[in-house]
């Protein structure tokens, strides 16, 4: 008994002595480079509620995505994304007007598949011709998680007009650049040089967070002139996409389809180019998503103005300034608020709809950068510390920093990812890989010490999705089917087939998924 309580006693004051603060804030991830062309595809930071994703470069917002968009592979895309922002491309084929009728009656092509040594059958997956035709092709690629928009900064041209894009920064003028990525408290900090034609150089800070209850992206953006003449340059530009869903087959697909200006809509339902005004309403339309964004900013001089590019906004300085500061706060939300699951079972969807009715209703200014900064960083400590935690790295044992590098992004990345209101989808709100639709058997990560976050998956999801599991078992004449309940983190079965006996593939299939 007495060695219990000792080795109790014992692990409780080595619990008590790690500084979990050090150790996240110890892998915090930094940049620096002399200019922004020696940045890689890869350096992407990832900001978001676990609902909703805000991907950024280094310089802290969407800036560089021709950089990622056009790499050898396409690993990585500046997306935003969200678990309620859907799109479905328009069946468009000639030979049916229902496609439900007409996939009903496809020629399925089947697969044989061994169950047992002694047992063969064919089961019908949707696989070979049908989907590489346009039918099955349509299929796999519909709905797919849309691209919401990319919130980028740009240069004011000297000469512009009112209405003229913002050029993209060139990636050799910006020098000097530092960013680093909050793991503690979330955020992104980026501080750079930006040079301008004529022998002007003007330091730019750029720090960004998202909200942790509503989908809501804040920046606070400030220049100032270093060198040579002319005003602070630095814009901040909204461009909306239009989302050409790719076969599930396509890995790490962006959700950004550019270049079909009129597949969709964008109107600017409160105008913000009225001097002193500081907020505006866009509604973004495609096909069945609507979407609105809604942004307010903290200096009137600032112009909100539609650019003489299809479906992109800008926020201009006032020309010749020597030295500019703005914050600026975006919120996403499906039009009318119909967010698609969860707003009957999940307390938490519930809550977000509130909270954004009541941003969206006007009462009440937007919160801007520093209240939500302190918002998501009151978020992450509550995450930090109350799930379970190591230290490894005090150990000195050999590799023993980069295991714990590992454990700590990993959980942060689960933070941000994967407590929304749908599964984790396995590249979570980063890409595109399965049109974006969520695998059932992520529920590996409700183990992984992050219960209160996983938690707010919608309660219902599983046992409402239960029939069509069995229904789906019993034609391809297997047995069983399994409803995760990610609030009690177990599994519970429903046995379609109670007499058949369970070959040693249904056996070894269970056991991976238990």
């Avoid at 230290?391 to 000195?396: N, P, R, S």
Wanted: charged content about 15%; proline content about 6%.
């Amino acid at each position: 008994m007495l060695s219990v309580l000792y080795t109790a006693l014992t692990l409780s004051a080595a619990r008590a002595a790690i500084d979990r603060r050090a150790v996240v804030a110890r892998h915090a991830l930094r940049t620096a480079v002399a200019n922004a062309t020696q940045l890689s595809p890869l350096d992407v930071f990832t900001l978001g509620n676990g609902d909703f994703g805000f991907n950024v470069d280094a310089t802290g917002l969407q800036t560089f995505n021709d950089t990622y968009a056009t790499a050898v592979p396409s690993l990585l895309d500046l997306n935003t994304l969200s678990s309620w922002g859907w799109h479905s491309q328009p069946w468009s084929f000639p030979r049916t007007t229902d496609p439900a009728a007409y996939l009903r009656a496809m020629n399925w092509s089947y697969l044989a598949t061994a169950v047992s040594a002694t047992e063969n059958r064919t089961v019908p997956y949707l696989v070979g011709s049908n989907l590489s035709s346009e039918y099955g092709g349509w299929t796999a690629s519909n709905p797919h998680r849309a691209g919401l928009g990319q919130l980028a900064l740009r240069a004011v041209r000297a000469g512009a007009a009112l209405g003229d894009d913002p050029e993209a920064l060139l990636a050799a003028a910006v020098v000097n650049l530092t960013s680093a990525l909050d793991t503690w408290a979330g955020g992104v900090a980026a501080a750079f040089t930006l040079l301008a034609p004529g022998g002007a150089a003007f330091a730019v800070t750029v720090a960004t967070a998202v909200h942790p209850d509503v989908d809501l992206v804040s920046t606070r953006v400030t220049c100032a002139r270093a060198a040579g003449a002319g005003g602070c340059p630095t814009a901040l530009r909204l461009a909306l996409p239009y989302s050409i869903g790719s076969p599930p087959w396509v890995r790490n697909a962006s959700a950004n389809t550019w270049g079909f200006p009129d597949a969709h809509t964008s109107a600017v339902v409160v105008n913000a180019s009225a001097p002193g005004a500081t907020r505006v309403s866009i509604l973004h339309t495609a096909d069945d998503l609507a979407t609105t964004i809604d942004c307010e900013w903290d200096d009137a001089r600032w112009l909100f103005m539609r650019t003489d590019v299809p479906h992109a906004f800008a926020l201009v300085p006032p020309p010749g300034a020597a030295a500019v500061a703005v914050q600026l706060s975006c919120v996403w939300a499906p039009a009318g608020l119909r967010y698609p699951i969860g707003t009957a079972s999940s307390a938490f969807v519930r809550a977000k709809v509130a909270a954004t009715r009541a941003l969206l209703g006007g009462a009440a200014r937007f919160p801007l950068y520093a209240d939500v900064q302190a918002s998501q960083a009151a978020m992450f400590a509550g995450f930090w510390g109350s799930s379970s935690f190591v230290e490894l790295a005090a150990k000195g044992a050999p590799d023993a920093l980069e295991l714990e590098r590992r454990v700590v992004l990993s959980r942060y990345l689960t933070r941000v990812n994967s407590a929304g209101a749908s599964p984790p989808q396995e590249t979570g709100l980063i890409s595109n890989s399965w049109a974006g639709k969520f695998h059932l058997e992520m529920r590996k990560f409700a183990r992984r010490g992050v219960r209160a976050a996983i938690g707010r998956i919608t309660p219902a999801l599983h046992p409402e999705r239960l029939p069509a599991q069995v229904s789906g078992i019993t034609r391809t004449g297997s047995c069983g089917a399994t409803a995760t309940s990610w609030h009690a983190h177990g599994a519970s079965t429903s046995t379609c087939c109670r007499t058949q006996r369970r070959s040693p593939l249904t056996r070894a299939s269970r056991a991976r998924a238990g």
